[in-house]
């Protein structure tokens, strides 16, 4: 097997301030600053320490893989990509790939704000080390698949953000890199382009070149991915097949939230939406103090910023097993019921009356929209629930299955029956 990308013993340190360095306020950060002055004329200097990001990390790449990179945030996944991308010097250590690398670390990385659409696929291009012929040749399908066409001559200070990763995007899949790496580039755009990019970085990985994809997304990480390395603390915990590191990322790295507890959401990555409106909070209880009973009913309480007076028409809530595969939907939008959302804050509330599933955990999934296209928010991990057994479910099979069904056993015949005829039963 030919070798993509070699790491050995990489670490990354960063040196951190740890006096005091004032509040966000201007009169706070004024003092500081003369504190921190004055300080210095007495040859009292800012303690500084230091933090490890990386430490130590190896592994390799084979040409070929679709390797997904996971871990909690602040593990080290995005200073690693940093480093393979050049744009940050490691400590200690090497990383070392073979052919050219496109890269996607953030939204419109590499991009100059004052240059148009069109000039920005050539200087990407430039910087990948590609000729003018050679991005001419790829010109038509980037803008394409970017669906910027009427906003190609126009600088792309002024697109907003789902434009902005739509063409960085497009640019770094389409210019042939032996290598592609991506960071949460599917955090941003809605459901048509997360498609979009996850058949894109498919078709790179089935023409035998490399991606390297770090993503909260474990159903992305599945669906795209045949390798992972999973990092905790700037080290590798472990490397291994896709699915081997995504259980293992969820047994250990996935929290479960507390019922009756408002739970912050704002900073969970998005799988989509425009964020005019989004998901600020959700609490879950089961109408009572205690936890989610299998078979009992689920209240969802979900608080919603708007940027503006909207309105919407599909709210829904959605749980999943841990393998990504949506177990069930409390989808408003058959229900055909506009919900108006006022400027600042909002709250709704889900309640789904009997929960259909086994005891076990689940993820909490959140959709905002308005149909049949305009996505707001969408959410496809926001939390992590447990549902308990019901107090008169005795024993179950450990392999029981996910969803539950009421059932009784109906014997056909009361009488003793000759050894040759069947006992037939009804379920």
């Given at each position: 097997m030919t070798i993509a990308l070699?790491?050995?013993?990489?670490?990354?340190?960063?040196r951190i301030a740890t006096g005091p360095q004032g509040g966000q306020l201007l009169g706070e950060r004024l003092k500081s600053s003369v504190k921190s002055w004055w300080d210095t004329l007495r040859g009292r200097r800012l303690q500084r320490q230091e933090f490890w990001a990386l430490k130590n990390v190896s592994f390799e790449v084979q040409a070929g893989d679709a390797v997904g990179i996971v871990g909690r945030n602040g593990a080290g996944k995005s200073t690693l990509l940093k480093i393979l991308s050049r744009v940050v010097e490691p400590t200690s250590g090497s990383a070392d790939y073979f052919g050219r690398m496109g890269s996607l670390l953030e939204v419109g990385t590499g991009f100059h704000a004052e240059l148009s659409g069109r000039e920005n696929i050539f200087l990407n291009g430039s910087i990948l080390g590609m000729c003018r012929r050679e991005i001419q040749k790829k010109f038509d399908e980037i803008v394409?698949?970017?669906?910027?066409?009427?906003?190609?001559d126009t600088p792309v200070k002024r697109y907003s953000s789902g434009m902005y990763?739509?063409?960085?995007?497009?640019?770094?899949a389409h210019l042939d890199p032996d290598i592609l790496v991506l960071d949460e580039v599917l955090a941003v755009g809605d459901a048509k382009f997360q498609k979009k990019c996850l058949g894109k970085m498919k078709n790179v990985a089935a023409q035998g070149r490399t991606v390297l994809f770090v993503s909260h997304d474990m159903a992305a990480v599945r669906r795209l991915c045949n390798r992972g390395v999973m990092l905790s603390k700037g080290q590798v915990v472990k490397t291994g097949t896709a699915d081997e590191i995504v259980e293992l990322y969820l047994a250990t790295e996935g929290d479960v939230a507390r019922p009756n507890t408002w739970l912050a959401i704002s900073q969970v990555p998005r799988s989509g939406g425009n964020r005019q409106a989004q998901f600020t909070e959700l609490r879950f209880s089961s109408g009572q103090e205690a936890g989610i009973i299998?078979?009992?009913?689920?209240?969802?309480?979900?608080r919603i910023h708007a940027e503006d007076n909207l309105v919407v028409d599909r709210v829904a809530v959605?749980?999943?097993d841990r393998h990504g595969m949506k177990l069930l939907n409390a989808d408003t939008a058959p229900m055909q019921q506009t919900i108006p959302l006022l400027q600042g804050e909002n709250e709704v509330a889900m309640e789904i009356e009997s929960l259909p599933l086994l005891p076990g955990n689940y993820i909490m999934g959140l959709l905002l929209s308005k149909q049949p296209s305009t996505h707001f928010d969408y959410i496809e991990s926001a939390c992590e629930i447990e549902v308990a057994?019901?107090?008169d479910d005795g024993i179950r099979p450990t392999n029981d299955g996910f969803i539950r069904c009421q059932y009784r056993l109906h014997p056909i015949h009361t009488a003793p029956l000759p050894e040759s005829t069947p006992r037939i039963y009804t379920l």
């Open positions: 070699r790491v050995e013993n990489l670490s990354k340190a960063f394409e698949f970017a669906e910027i066409g009427p906003f190609l990763v739509k063409l960085a995007f497009a640019v770094a299998s078979g009992g009913p689920l209240h969802v309480h979900l959605a749980l999943y057994p019901a107090p």
